[in-house]
Structures are given as structure tokens and as C-alpha cells.
């Protein structure tokens, strides 16, 4: 299906986006074993967080959500650690990864045999980044030559203790980790070769298992100890999807007549490595009513049009704004001189190749930008134009191209377009409410 998208003067106005993919997650996955019922307030509705409702369910956990159309709590009855049951049939994790590479580890040192299986687009993920590591903790996991399905056998006793030297920074993987270490005899040590976003940690801190992090330069050391007491059930609010928010923030910064507040938004320094290169970039995002909500960071974050210099992003920057790149890119092309990313590979393996595949549709719009073999290359300003472009079935692409198209002169025709559904159902909804085309 096609959305198209006009040329836009300004975004005005206070939203709220919906709340976090990554925690939300979380929260249903640790809730469903730990002990009595946890509450999740304002949990994220779309297709990654249904995804992990279902599996929990298929485990044998009720979770009972309140009224459609989005539901305003989730109360997740858990089964504490060795509660869940196994299904005969696979747990179909649709196109979350999240979901898939978590339940991994949760699932590696059950009694019972599991299969973890997606959608095409999940199926193409790399998946030995965990199987690997669990099998180092003495699981008996399989993968298909990299790939879904993951084949987890009944453990017959508990997992190893690991000390693990990530080659990538990832959350998944280190999440992953710490949850089979729910599991194990030892505790579980994970370096990570630069800091990710650690709301496993906050969330296992919450349920009452000790977690310890230690952050050196560049490196930090997450370490779990097998726990002897049953999980404490959740109560928390999810705070809005920073990742989400990044669209409509990097959009209000580009149009010049725009007033944005937006409300509520996760700002975990884990997560805000944009608001770091924004202001590099020239541009003050301000955060205000700072607060702490369930353990988490989150504010408003009102946002001001500004005129952008390029940047160079690398290194640790990387992972605290994995998920921003696509947005990014758009702003690099309205920045003046030449914006470069390097040690970004790992975007190559997220929903899209989201470093040729984002670099062509952009170029379809006028933009001069050059995908190398870790990151990308920008240069600008550059007037964008109108165009045909392919979402790739890729929820961030989408969002970016059509921030794109708010930017280029005519119109432009998203093709593929509903794939924003996977975080965020009611984008294009939301975009409209705020976008201003006249001169007011
Ligand atoms: C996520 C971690 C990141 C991110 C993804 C969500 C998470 O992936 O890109 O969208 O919830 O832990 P990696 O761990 O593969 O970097």
C-alpha cells in the first residue's frame, strides 16, 4: 500500500508518540517469570510488542490487556522462573528481533524444547551473534546455518556461568545473556565493546536480581549473579519511544516555522546519542519537567528549527543512537558541508540493509549520499525532490522518507508504507495532526 506525503512549512503542536518498543518488550518477557502480577502501564501496541504477548501467552502466561483500540495497561500474571510451559508448536516472533533473540536466552535453560521462528524478514537475520554464547553457557541451542528457526533442546541441568567479550555492541545479545543467567550456576559477565541501551538491567534491578555495570572509556561490563529468590512482579509506566520521537524531532528541526513539545519521551543516555550529534549539528534540543519514572529518565523535549552544520558520527556514538540512522541521514542532507558515519556495519542487519537501501531511496529524492562499507557519507544542503520511493518493508526507512517528503518540493508516494505498524501504528495519523502547510 501507498501513503503519499506532501511538502510541509512547519509541524506545530504537543504529542505524545507511543511509548517503547524495547522496553515494553522487556517488561512482558521478565513479568511472564517472576512471581504474581505485574502491571505495565501504557505499554507500546504494535506488531514487535503483540509478537511478544503471543509468545508469553503460548507459554502459558495470562496476560489480560484493557480496552481496545490501545490498550492503557497490561497485567501479566507471571509464572515465576521455571512456571512457563513449552508449546508444541513454534513461537512465532513475527518480524521482531527483539523478541526472538530475548526469548533465546530466557527460553535456553527451560526444561522443555522450544522452536523460535518469524516472518521473512526475521527469518534473514543473523542469529548465531546468541546461539553462540548460549551454547558457551552449555545450552543446547541450534540455528539454521545463522538464521531462524532457533531449536532449543530441554536443559537437563543449569547453564554455565559466562564471562563474554561481545564482538558487537548489542542489546540484544547482552540482554540475551543476562536473561539465560536467570538460569545458570554463575553469574554472567558481558563486556560490551561500547555501551547499549540497558534496560534489561534496569528492569532485572527492578524485579530484584543483582546486576552490576561498570562503565571504562568506551567499554562497559554488565554482570548478572544468578538469583535465589523468585523475580518481584513489575508495576511501571513506559515511557514514550525516543526512537520514535526522533522523527517528528528531526522534522520540526528542519521546517523553519515549527513549535514542537513532545511529551513524556524516554531519555535514557543510553538512547539520546541524537540529541548529542543535533547539538554538535548546531541545533539545542531542550529537555524539560526532567524526571524519573520506573526506573527510567524521561522528559519533554521541545524542539526549535535551526540551520545544521555535518558531523562525523563513530565509535561508541553508534549504539547510543543504533536505531536513529535513517532519520539522521535525512537531516545530514539538509546540513551544510559533508557528514560522514563510520563503524556502523551493523546497520547492514537491521530491518533493511538500512545502509545501501536507505542511501538509494534517498538519492531517488535528490539527495547526495554514499553508503561506504561502515556508515555513510552526506553532503549538504541539498533541495530534495518529490519521488516514488520503497520503504523496503523497513518501519524506520519509512519514517524517514516520508520526513523526506515533507522537506522535498511535490509529492511523494511511499510505497510500502504500512511496515511503520511494527513500532508505530498511528504515524502517519500523527504526522497529519501536526503538519502545517500555509503560511499562518
Ligand atoms: C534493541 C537493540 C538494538 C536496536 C533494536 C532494539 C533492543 O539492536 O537496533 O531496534 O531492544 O535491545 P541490537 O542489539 O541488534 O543492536
Redesign the pocket.
Known amino acids: 500500500m501507498e501513503q503519499v506525503v506532501r511538502p510541509a512549512r512547519a509541524l506545530r503542536g504537543v504529542l505524545r508518540v507511543p511509548s517503547d ?2 522496553i515494553t ?2 517488561a512482558l518477557l521478565l513479568g511472564s517469570v517472576a512471581e504474581g502480577l505485574s502491571r505495565i502501564r501504557l505499554p507500546l501496541d504494535s506488531e514487535d510488542t503483540q509478537a511478544a504477548l503471543e509468545c508469553a501467552r503460548q507459554l502459558g502466561v495470562p496476560i489480560e490487556r484493557d480496552d481496545a483500540p490501545s490498550p492503557s495497561e497490561l497485567e501479566v500474571r507471571g509464572r515465576g522462573l521455571r512456571g512457563l510451559c513449552g508449546s508444541t508448536q513454534p513461537l512465532f516472533c513475527n518480524a521482531s ?2 523478541t526472538m ?2 526469548l533465546a536466552g530466557l527460553l535456553a535453560g527451560q526444561r522443555f524444547d522450544s522452536v523460535l521462528d518469524g516472518a521473512p524478514q526475521l527469518r534473514r537475520r543473523p542469529m548465531r ?1 546468541v546461539t553462540e554464547p548460549l551454547r558457551q553457557m552449555g545450552a543446547n541451542v541450534t540455528d539454521a546455518e545463522g538464521f531462524p528457526p532457533i531449536t532449543i533442546r530441554a536443559a537437563t541441568r543449569p547453564l554455565h556461568g559466562l564471562r563474554y567479550e561481545m564482538p ?8 540475551a545473556l543476562l536473561l539465560a543467567g536467570l538460569y545458570a550456576d554463575a553469574p554472567v559477565e558481558v563486556i560490551e565493546p561500547a555501551p ?2 540497558d ?2 538491567e534496569r528492569l532485572l534491578q527492578a524485579c530484584g536480581v543483582t546486576v552490576r555495570c561498570n562503565v571504562k572509556e568506551e567499554r562497559a561490563a554488565v554482570s548478572l549473579l544468578p538469583p535465589t529468590q523468585p523475580l518481584h512482579p513489575l508495576d511501571i509506566t513506559v515511557p514514550a519511544d525516543f ?1 520514535s520521537a526522533a522523527f517528528f524531532l528531526v522534522a520540526a528541526v528542519l521546517l523553519p516555522a515549527s513549535e514542537l513539545r513532545l511529551l513524556d519521551v524516554g531519555v535514557n543516555p543510553t538512547r539520546t546519542g541524537l540529541l548529542d550529534v543535533l547539538s554538535e549539528m548546531g541545533c539545542a534540543v531542550r529537555l524539560e519537567a526532567q524526571r524519573n519514572e520506573g526506573g527510567e529518565p524521561v522528559a519533554d523535549v521541545v524542539v526549535q528549527p535551526a540551520e545544521l552544520r555535518a558531523v562525523e558520527v563513530r565509535g561508541a556514538q553508534i ?1 547510543r543512537m ?2 536513529e540512522f535513517p532519520i539522521f541521514a535525512v537531516a545530514a542532507t539538509q546540513a551544510r558541508g559533508v557528514s560522514v558515519v563510520r563503524d556502523a556495519q ?1 546497520l547492514r ?2 530491518e533493511s540493509n538500512r545502509l545501501e537501501g536507505l542511501a538509494g531511496e534517498l538519492r531517488k529524492m535528490g539527495a547526495r549520499i554514499e553508503p561506504t562499507a561502515d556508515g555513510f557519507i552526506v553532503e549538504g544542503p541539498t533541495p530534495l525532490r518529490g519521488a516514488v520511493v520503497d520503504t523496503l518493508g523497513d518501519h524506520r526507512v519509512a519514517m524517514a522518507l516520508a520526513v523526506a517528503g515533507l522537506l522535498a518540493d511535490g509529492e511523494t508516494t511511499l510505497v510500502g508504507a504500512p511496515c511503520v505498524s511494527k513500532t508505530y501504528p498511528l504515524f502517519f495519523h500523527h504526522l497529519a495532526q501536526l503538519v502545517v502547510r500555509e503560511h499562518a
Not at 168 to 175: D, R
Open positions: 518498543r524495547s518488550v522487556r528481533g527483539t533473540r530475548l551473534r558487537i555492541a548489542s542489546a540484544q545479545v547482552k540482554s547499549t541501551r534496560h534489561t526512537s549504539a543504533i536505531d551493523e542487519v537491521k
